[in-house]
């Protein structure tokens, strides 16, 4: 069954982050809306099939030169939201 969710982001040149995982909090897919399209395919590419407290550890406050977030930051994010 697994859960869910379109998390809008903020502070980076992506507008949305897609996030899907299973009941076990498995990534089973994440697709960024907008954003630098090579680096968000090689992060999806990454994280599928990582359990998401392992990628919350991992990318959490990474930031994006002087901005206070990045992408994988708001993925963090986003995953933290998913899985409550």
Known sequence: ?????TYPTSGTCSKFIDVEVDDNNVIQDVVFVGGCHGNLQGIRTL???M???EVISRVEGIRCGSK????PDQLAKA????IG
């Open 68 to 71: 206070p977030t990045s992408c």
């Open 1 to 5: 069954m697994g859960k869910r969710i």
């Open 47 to 49: 994280v599928k099939g």
């Open 51 to 53: 359990k998401a407290e």
């Open 79 to 82: 995953l933290k939201k998913v």
